[in-house]
Structure formats: C-alpha cells, structure tokens
C-alpha cells in the first residue's frame, strides 16, 4: 500500500510564497504530480516529477526528493485565486502489475488579503 | 475549460433506478479513469481502461459496471444505488504513457435518495 500525507490546511498572505509539503512511502514509485482542486471543480493538473531535483513553471514549482520521500509544491506571489485544495499524488506499481496513481487527503489553502 | 466531458452534472436517482454516467474525450488518450470522490476526500480509482480494455477494477460493487464503447468514449452504469454511494464521479484520460498526467472531467455530481 500507500502512505501519503500532507497538511489538511494553511493559510497565507495575497502576493506572498507558500510551500505546500508532501510524504510518501510506497514501492516501485514511478512520479510525484500535483493538483489543483476548486470546490466543487475537477483537479487541474500541476506538475510533475519522476526525476530528483525542482521544476519550475510559472508561478509553480514543484520539488522532489526520491531518497527520502518528499515533495514540496511553492507558489509564489499567491493572488486570491489561488485558494484551492492542493492534491499530491504519487504513481506506483501495483500489485496487479499496472500503474496506479494515488492521491493524498489534500492541502486546503487560504489566501487572504 | 476540460477536455473530457461527463454528463450529467447532477443526477439524482433512487435506489431502484437503472441511470447511466457518460465520459468523452477527443485527447486521442487511450487510457480512461473512472474517480469517485466523497466531500472533503481525495479521488479514489474505481476503474481503468487502456487501449478499450478494463486493466484495473479496485474491488468495486458489481451495482457499478464501466463500459468503454471505444477509445473515445467511458460509460458507467449505475444500478440498485446505495445512499452511501453519493459522490461525485470523475472521469479522467491519459495519453497513457507511464508519466503522462491524468486530465479530468468536471464530474457527475450524484445522490442517491
């Protein structure tokens, strides 16, 4: 099985920089991504990350520690759109043999003024 | 805007109906997801499809049954409902390479009476 788990809620300040952490445990890991979810919405994709190291994109960065089964979402420069439910989600190999994504409970953000 | 369309937004049935959730995507994804998701809860996989072909079924009640009349196209369908198996219903498609992101539907938003 999977173990996921990242912080149920922040909050932050309107043109600021939040880092959102998430751990995993799992086997035959194959990728990290992240997800935007508004209420109520489908989640949008955000990123992702097979490989150690930062990928950048936008106000959006995404980093990833294999050794140590950890993942980071910053966002930079935070506008009031950004308050959403951020979903980490980790790929692994099933026992069945397939690829499996998971997601973890989600981060719900607040930005406030 | 999705790229993966569900209908209907909202369904409500009883739980003696017979009802059907659609999925489409024109992506040319040949792998399709049905996600169900409780409030406050992250997605959690019912079925995948790759290359028409059901290759996951995560132990889920037969009164659910997917059906994917072609690479473009993901049905489920919905029969004797429980009351607990009010959620909203996401559907997703990938390019179904090992990396490649799930894109999601906004979702059937279902209640069972």
């Known amino acids: 099985g999977q173990n996921i788990d990242q912080p149920t809620e922040m909050t932050a300040t309107e043109g600021a920089i939040v880092q959102i952490n998430c751990t995993y445990q799992t086997s035959g890991f194959n990728g990290l991504f992240w997800y935007q979810q508004h209420a109520g919405e489908a989640p949008t994709f955000l990123s992702y990350?097979?490989?150690?190291g930062l990928e950048e994109k936008g106000r959006f960065s995404s980093f990833l520690s294999r050794s140590k089964g950890y993942s980071y979402l910053l966002l930079k420069e935070l506008q009031m759109k950004d308050s959403a439910s951020y979903l980490c989600?980790?790929?692994?190999?099933?026992?069945?043999?397939?690829?499996?994504?998971?997601f973890g409970k989600g981060t719900k953000l607040s930005v406030i003024p | 805007d999705t790229e993966v369309t569900q209908t209907p937004k909202h369904l409500v049935m009883g739980m003696t109906n017979k009802k059907s959730l659609k999925c489409e995507q024109h992506?040319?994804?040949?792998?399709m997801y049905w996600y169900k998701q409780k409030a406050k809860k992250p997605p959690e996989l019912m079925f995948v499809?790759?290359?028409?072909?059901?290759?996951i079924n995560e132990s889920v009640p037969s009164r659910f049954s997917p059906e994917c009349p072609n690479s473009s196209l993901l049905n489920l369908h919905l029969h004797a409902l429980q009351p607990e198996d009010s959620a909203l219903y996401l559907c997703?498609?990938?390019?179904?390479?090992?990396?490649?992101?799930?894109?999601f539907g906004n979702g059937t938003r279902l209640t069972v009476t």
């Open positions: 997703a498609s990938s390019q179904g390479a090992d990396n490649s992101p799930l894109h």
């Open positions: 992506m040319g994804h040949r792998a």
């Open positions: 499809y790759s290359y028409e072909k059901l290759s």
């Open positions: 989600a980790v790929r692994a190999l099933s026992g069945a043999g397939s690829y499996q994504l998971t």
């Open positions: 990350n097979v490989l150690d």
